[in-house]
């Protein structure tokens, strides 16, 4: 009844929301009032940054405009696949790449080149602006004027379009000017903010101002008319109701800024939506988190303008939260899906937005001030549900060590085919990494990224697994360990992948469990930072595969005698770990290379295959080398005095100089009560003997 009668309140809210007034105050109103832009000028310390403006202004102005009158393509075709360089104009027709020195004269690629003239001026429009709001000087409203009122005269002009040479009504997520509503979306909200500046100008007429508005109110109207392509849920939503929101103010629609608020997929739609329990943007990656949080920010500055406010809404605040649980020990986060390696101090302007927003001094932390009494968030072994990562913590202070394994929702256009991928961090260096996006522009973003053996997981016959989501099957944080069994059965019709980590602060055990019912070429692959020392002998390999990102793997190696167990060691300047391969009869053992960040990122790999339709991959990672394990030994386990397969329950023991560790694992789902030397347990136990 409560759950009725909050919900009957809140529809209540929403409607007097939607029939009251909006009371709009003069301009300028977005990017600086009148007040701030007079406390800016008597402000000492905002002298340089005034005096920059101005002096951009300048040299913007004395230059003649030019404002293209053919419409602009994707902007990553103005890049050279080969070098993933951004070309440089020799004019408007010829292009070139300053690295392989490849001169591109095609249609695309000029088209392409008129996108970043577009972002170029869009830009330049908002420094001029604000120069004129700063000084006051006609000739920088008059340069905003002539440019808005050109853009008015060609945009009915420009012809619907996509990157992908779909036309007119075909074109359904494509654009005018550009060649997707999202840029047509993030130009908007520059032409607004830069009227707004200039919209009490003396050279402005009226009708030039509603000249002027008509043509904001055009070009998200386009954009509104088109959105349900979208599906709603995505981060170009983000912009649209960005662009809605900013456009709505600047003009005084109090429609549009409904609907950027309320509408369809208005920003309290995406909030339920779009961000999961754990407040991280549902598809997966650091990059498009941010990406999407920097659109909110521009709705809720420019709704904030008319009075309304969210700061109490705590699913809304979350999004500033759930990145920080998703950091290495050293603030930089694990590269997942396409996103690109980046870290926590990157983004200190968007928890100074939210400090300023939401009044919480946690916000201020990370935003680099530092308040008394006020500490940084402690970072501890969670499970991330709602984006299905399982993040295990150990260590302390110099000695954090973190490994992480994606088994959640695939998310969408902006996931990997990666389930089970896993990622570490120890000894202050990230040694599993995941090569997230490269670059849109180069082929290996699709030939490599997009591949399942570019990850640190399982590849079943050289094929790439379906998008899937997996499931989490047991989890628990104590003070010698860190555990979890997560598990997902559709990424490879016919076969279930498991993989069961545990770790400490001085080891990290990683069981991958395949089960299937028709033999396959099982590929169990990681990608290491640093250098791997071989003791072993090795025959050159000419490949692995020749297709889905096995043509990226170079310089393969094959072990001519595979033992038990395989060492390998992995140096990274001065800190190392050793990988211990077990449970390896009838398997192939191979190194090589792969691609990591860049394309000149090389990055060394590990692979284990096995012909067969089950496997269990057994792996232990040690961080503290001084340690010293002294051996490693695969125990049987049994139900009823029953042996179970490998694939449904094992036990470990380690043992180091001093110690030993025993562990048992059952990887079935559903568990029962286990013995293995002596010892019962149900899904897991960690036992130590010193």
């Not at 989490?472 to 997560?486: G, I, N, R, T």
């Not at 000149?600 to 096995?610: G, S």
Request: with cysteine.
């Amino acid at each position: 009844m409560n759950k009725i009668l909050l919900f009957i309140g809140f529809i209540v809210f929403c409607s007097f929301l939607h029939s009251e007034e909006i009371v709009f105050p003069p301009h300028p109103r977005i990017l600086y009032n009148q007040s701030e832009i007079e406390a800016w000028k008597k402000d000492p310390q905002k002298t340089k940054e005034i005096e920059k403006i101005i002096k951009q202004a300048d040299s913007i102005i004395s230059e003649p405009l030019y404002v293209p009158d053919k419409e602009g393509d994707w902007i990553f075709y103005y890049f050279c696949p080969k070098d993933n360089a951004m070309l440089k104009p020799v004019d408007n027709e010829k292009h070139i790449c300053p690295v392989c020195k490849k001169v591109y004269c095609d249609e695309r690629t000029i088209a392409a080149y008129r996108t970043v003239i577009n972002n170029k001026l869009d830009k330049d429009a908002v420094t001029v602006a604000s120069a004129f709001a700063f000084t006051g000087e006609g000739k920088y409203a008059n340069r905003v004027k002539e440019y808005l009122l050109k853009l008015a005269q060609l945009y009915p002009l420009f012809q619907r379009h996509d990157r992908w040479g779909r036309k007119r009504i075909f074109a359904v997520v494509g654009g005018r000017r550009y060649a997707q509503n999202l840029d047509e979306a993030v130009s908007a909200i520059s032409l607004a903010n830069a009227y707004d500046l200039i919209a009490n100008a003396k050279c402005l007429s009226f009708e030039e101002k509603q000249t002027i508005e008509e043509l904001l109110k055009n070009i998200v109207r386009e954009i509104l008319k088109y959105e349900v392509f979208h599906g709603g849920k995505n981060n170009h939503q983000t912009w649209f109701n960005a662009a809605y929101a900013v456009v709505g103010v600047a003009t005084g629609d109090s429609e549009l800024i409904k609907e950027s608020i309320y509408g369809k997929y208005g920003l309290l739609w995406q909030i339920e939506n779009s961000v999961t329990s754990d407040g991280l943007w549902y598809e997966g990656t650091i990059a498009y988190h941010f990406y999407a949080l920097e659109a909110i920010q521009y709705t809720l500055d420019a709704v904030k303008v008319i009075g309304w406010d969210f700061s109490k809404n705590e699913k809304l605040k979350s999004m500033w939260l759930g990145p920080i649980n998703m950091a290495y020990p050293d603030g930089k986060f694990p590269v997942f899906h396409d996103s690109d390696p980046v870290e926590l101090k990157n983004y200190q302007k968007f928890y100074l937005w939210a400090y300023k927003y939401f009044g919480d001094k946690l916000f201020a932390r990370y935003a680099g001030i530092q308040i008394p009494d006020v500490k940084n968030v402690e970072l501890k072994s969670t499970n991330l549900s709602g984006i299905g990562v399982a993040v295990l913590r150990k260590g302390k202070n110099n000695n954090e060590i973190c490994a992480m394994v994606d088994y959640g929702i695939h998310g969408d256009s902006h996931g990997h085919p990666d389930k089970l991928n896993i990622v570490l961090f120890a000894n202050g260096k990230e040694f599993l990494l995941d090569p997230g996006r490269i670059s849109y522009s180069v082929p290996e973003y699709n030939t490599w990224c997009r591949t399942t053996v570019a990850h640190n997981t399982v590849v079943i016959d050289e094929k790439d697994q379906q998008p899937a989501t997996g499931k989490l099957l047991f989890f628990d944080d104590k003070h010698d360990y860190s555990a979890c069994l997560v598990s997902v059965d559709s990424a490879y019709p016919g076969y279930i992948l498991k993989r069961f980590l545990v770790l400490t602060e001085k080891f990290l055990v990683d069981a991958f469990v395949v089960s299937g019912k028709e033999k396959a070429k099982i590929d169990w692959i990681i990608h290491c930072r640093g250098n791997i020392a071989e003791s072993s002998q090795n025959i050159a390999v000419d490949y692995l595969g020749n297709k889905n990102g096995y043509q990226h793997l170079k310089n393969v190696k094959k072990l001519l005698s595979v033992s038990e167990p395989v060492i390998y060691e992995i140096n990274q300047q001065d800190k190392k770990i050793k990988i211990y391969f077990l449970n390896n009869s009838d398997s192939s053992i191979f190194t090589g290379s792969g691609i990591g960040y860049h394309l000149k990122d090389e990055v060394p790999f590990l692979m284990r295959r096995k012909i067969s339709e089950s496997a269990v991959f057994i792996t232990v990672y040690e961080f503290m080398c001084d340690s010293d394990i002294q051996s490693i030994n695969i125990l049987p386990v049994f139900e009823k005095n029953k042996k179970l397969q490998e694939t449904e329950a094992i036990a470990l023991k380690i043992s180091f100089s001093e110690k030993t560790i025993e562990l048992g694992f059952d990887f079935r789902e559903k568990t029962s009560k286990l013995e293995t030397s002596g010892k019962t347990f149900e899904r897991f136990f960690f036992n130590i003997k010193q």
